[in-house]
């Protein structure tokens, strides 16, 4: 949770008055990474053998110490970034989502390259690297996206008299406190390198998420000088950030032995497009050149339909059964408005399908007529285009090879307003 370069450099500028307390600023990863390594299966332990303590000891602070620990510093760099030794991108994230999937898409390649190549003291040294990664991108102090001291944070929250003139990164994130998420069974996040990779990169985001709802209430009881609640949610951050690393760990080692649940492995089988952020939405949210203007003025949305862009209520769409048609719910959806797509990047060779149940919003969009379209890397996949009153169209396309979905919709009536278009159930699928 050491932080960013920008952060290094004002701690090398005040290098005096700063060297005692960043001597502590490494303590979370130590915490984070042994909580997540307490929750492995018994083989895992056993497989790691020497290298369980020396990561939780030593490897998940090999990024920070690149200067320091020469020898291990190779194993934080990237063969595509020569010469540069301390990599800012396994600190902080790149708004770029795409970014940050090439460098988790890095380590894990290496890790299960190791793995099989029976190294498993390079690998966990790798491991430790992509520790380090998950818990500082999941660090309450790494979550606001270009003020990660949190100058202009300050200007919209003026610090108390017991934090004026203090920097804030350090005090957010560090303290000495032990994590436990003892019970926590973890996940396997795929079978292969590229599924792996993307499952983690979409759990990371979680994590990121989870952080930010802890910065704020930090940052008060820091000027409340409030010990106790500073640490009731650090350790929210902390406890989400060891359920990510112990995924990650245990389905790492999964790969590099063969080794996989066959339960956990079915359940692999399909997963919901709308539990990810697309692409578009930079940073983790939804940048001004995102929104659309109607049918109102907003952007996607997911699970709900958002009425006149006032009020949130449930997907509802015309279903066709037997000789009628039905009006249904859907808890699982996304709801857009016109002219902004949205991407996601898939990874290679694992889905072959993609489903959903396209339509407008029953009874909002009754003067709607809005063209769908589904395109892979490009291509449409298919289309077709509904009038408010007609009822849903089932899609079902091949996707096999897709390196990037995009879900498009485009106004084809003369009421925008109207608009409301429906993904609902938007499904990624392995089988045929
Ligand atoms: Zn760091």
Not at 174 to 184: A, L, T
Request: glycine share 8%; charged share 20%; proline share 6%.
């Amino acid at each position: 949770m050491r932080p960013s370069f920008s952060s290094i450099i004002v701690l090398l500028s005040f290098a005096a008055m700063a060297v005692g307390k960043a001597l502590a600023w490494g303590e979370p990863h130590h915490a984070i990474t042994r909580a997540a390594l307490e929750v492995l299966p018994a083989w895992q332990v056993d497989a790691l053998g020497p290298e369980f303590a020396a990561l939780g000891d030593n490897y998940c602070l090999i990024p920070d110490n690149v200067f320091t620990d020469k020898a291990n510093a190779k194993f934080a760099t990237m063969d595509n970034h020569p010469g540069e030794v301390y990599l800012k991108r396994l600190h902080l994230p790149f708004p770029d989502q795409s970014e940050n999937l090439v460098t988790v898409r890095y380590f894990v390649d290496k890790i299960v390259a190791t793995l099989k190549e029976g190294k498993m003291g390079d690998a966990a040294r790798f491991m430790g690297t992509l520790c380090h990664l998950i818990e500082d991108f999941g660090s309450p102090s790494h979550t606001i996206p270009g003020d990660n001291m949190f100058t202009l944070l300050q200007q919209f929250m003026p610090p108390s008299e017991i934090m004026k003139g203090k920097l804030l990164h350090g005090p957010i994130e560090n303290g000495n406190f032990k994590v436990s998420i003892s019970g926590y069974q973890p996940q396997l996040l795929g079978a292969s390198v590229e599924e792996v990779s993307w499952r983690l990169l979409h759990r990371i985001h979680d994590g990121i998420i989870r952080a930010r709802s802890t910065t704020l209430p930090i940052i008060q009881a820091l000027y409340a000088d409030d010990a106790d609640a500073v640490l009731t949610h650090q350790m929210k951050a902390a406890v989400s950030d060891a359920q990510i690393v112990a995924d990650a760990i245990h389905s790492l080692l999964c790969l590099g032995a063969g080794k996989f649940d066959a339960e956990a492995v079915e359940g692999l089988g399909s997963f919901r497009l709308d539990s990810l952020w697309p692409i578009e939405a930079v940073s983790l949210y939804y940048p001004q050149s995102q929104f659309f203007s109607s049918p109102f003025w907003g952007h996607a949305r997911t699970g709900e339909v958002l009425e006149g862009g006032v009020k949130s209520v449930p997907i509802r769409l015309l279903i066709p059964e037997a000789e009628e048609t039905i009006e249904k719910s859907f808890e699982h959806g996304i709801s857009m408005g016109m002219g902004k797509p949205l991407n996601w990047h898939l990874p290679s060779g694992v889905y072959r399908r993609f489903t959903a149940r396209i339509g407008l919003q029953v009874g909002l969009g009754k003067k709607g007529r809005v063209e769908f379209t589904v395109l892979g890397d490009g291509k449409p996949l298919s289309t077709a285009t509904l009038n408010g009153t007609d009822p849903a169209h089932a899609i079902d396309c091949d996707i096999t090879g897709v390196k990037l979905i995009q879900l498009s919709t485009v106004g084809r009536g003369l009421d925008p307003k109207s608009n409301y278009a429906i993904w609902a159930e938007p499904q990624l699928s392995k089988s045929h």
